[in-house]
């Protein structure tokens, strides 16, 4: 299989973009009359963001989400005019440069000074979205100096040096619907926006619900919902599959078997010999390691090879690691699997899914898709461009 007359990488990660527009149009009528915004940090969950971003607005997605300023660049650079907000800074994080792309910034207090003294240097007003800590216990500010950050934001407006574009906060255990937790949250947020209204300002978005407050909690959605996991095509919640839920993961993690060979009963498989075979068997080298981004704790996992699975036996590696076809007879024959396509992980349609390998290595799908490496070309299909 090749793509413009060329080999397939040896290792690759296909994002199907028809499958991000799929679930965006999805959430987009869950949250409706509410706005999308798509988040796409971290390189868009792994993703990429310049595609998956793209793939987003032209589903519906209204505005983009992302941790750091230069992320955001990264957006503008590859021409993309849509609203973004960036709210994780440091007092090294360049917001001139923020303001000058017409990025929002989000302030939770000591920013504010930093962005001010930026918006007064260029003669430009900033845009900027203030965050309440509603429970979260990271960003966000104190309850108790709520009024003080909306009376100062707010002197700042009236000197022609920012515009309050919204207030926001976000959701701590929505995941776990049944917390009571978020009840408090959204009654929290609800009174500071309340307070910031009667203090006078004009807001044009109110945004508090992530995924799982997206697709559970509809007292949550306000103005605008903040969607990542859930455009990816993952679900947020334990023992709710994605199918579930009507998405369909966009990630497809392949790479090929690089070695076949039959060992006796006994023989010791990777670092550390933690596993032995029990039997006479064949073992496939599969290329991917913890230098990919493939979890190094994940024993066990599975990976597709024509359809069938296969467990992840001894320990993973940098560069690869090996699973057990509990077979003889089969290398440098018709039936050798030397070449065959592995599948890591995929829409679970026939494949593993990212979440069954979370729980080998006891963590969530948002880490296993983020951490994919720079190593691992990533591929873009489009079903429906192609259709």
Not at 53 to 79: D, F, M, N, S, Y
Not at 269 to 280: A, D, F, N
Not at 368 to 386: G, L, N, Q
Request: proline residues 5%; hydrophobic residues 40%; contains cysteine.
């Amino acid at each position: 299989m090749s793509f413009s007359g060329t080999p397939l990488p040896e290792r690759r990660v296909d994002i199907d973009l028809a499958a991000v527009r799929h679930n965006v149009r999805h959430i987009a009528e869950i949250a409706s009359p509410a706005r999308v915004m798509a988040v796409v940090k971290a390189d868009g969950y792994g993703h990429g963001a310049v595609p998956v971003a793209k793939a987003a607005l032209e589903a519906g997605a209204t505005w983009l989400g992302v941790a750091h300023i230069a992320e955001a660049a990264q957006l503008r650079e590859a021409g993309i005019e849509a609203p973004i907000l960036a709210w994780l800074h440091t007092e090294s994080s360049d917001f001139s440069a923020a303001i000058e792309m017409g990025v929002d910034l989000g302030i939770s207090g000591w920013e504010l000074a930093h962005v001010v003294a930026e918006a007064r240097r260029l003669e430009r007003p900033a845009r900027v979205h203030l965050k309440i800590d509603t429970g979260l216990g990271r960003n966000g500010c104190p309850p108790e100096h709520w009024e003080t950050l909306l009376g100062e934001a707010l002197e700042h407006q009236e000197d022609g040096l920012l515009r309050v574009v919204g207030v926001f906060s976000h959701l701590a255990v929505a995941d776990e619907p049944d917390r009571e937790e978020t009840d408090e949250q959204i009654e929290r947020f609800r009174d500071a926006v309340a307070v910031a209204e009667d203090a006078g300002v004009d807001l044009e978005v109110r945004h508090l619900a992530n995924t799982p407050g997206t697709l559970s909690r509809p007292d949550s959605h306000f103005d605008l919902v903040r969607v990542g996991l859930g455009m990816y095509g993952l679900s947020p919640f334990e023992g709710q599959t994605s199918l579930e839920l009507g998405l369909r993961p966009a990630m497809t993690f392949r790479t090929t078997i690089a070695n076949c060979k039959e060992v006796p009963a006994g023989h010791g498989v990777s670092y550390g010999l933690s596993y032995r075979t029990e039997k006479r068997t064949t073992l496939g080298l599969i290329p991917v390691g913890y230098g990919d981004g493939v979890p190094r704790v994940a024993t066990g996992a599975p990976v597709s090879v024509d359809g069938r699975r296969y467990p992840v036996v001894g320990r993973i590696a940098m560069d690869q690691f090996v699973i057990d076809f509990e077979a003889t007879g089969i290398v440098g024959t018709d039936d050798s699997l030397l070449g065959h396509e592995v599948v890591l992980f995929g829409d679970g349609n026939g494949t593993p899914t990212v979440d069954e390998w979370a729980r080998a290595c006891g963590s969530i799908n948002y880490e296993i898709v983020t951490r994919i490496s720079p190593r691992v070309v990533r591929r873009y299909v489009d079903p429906e461009a192609d259709s």
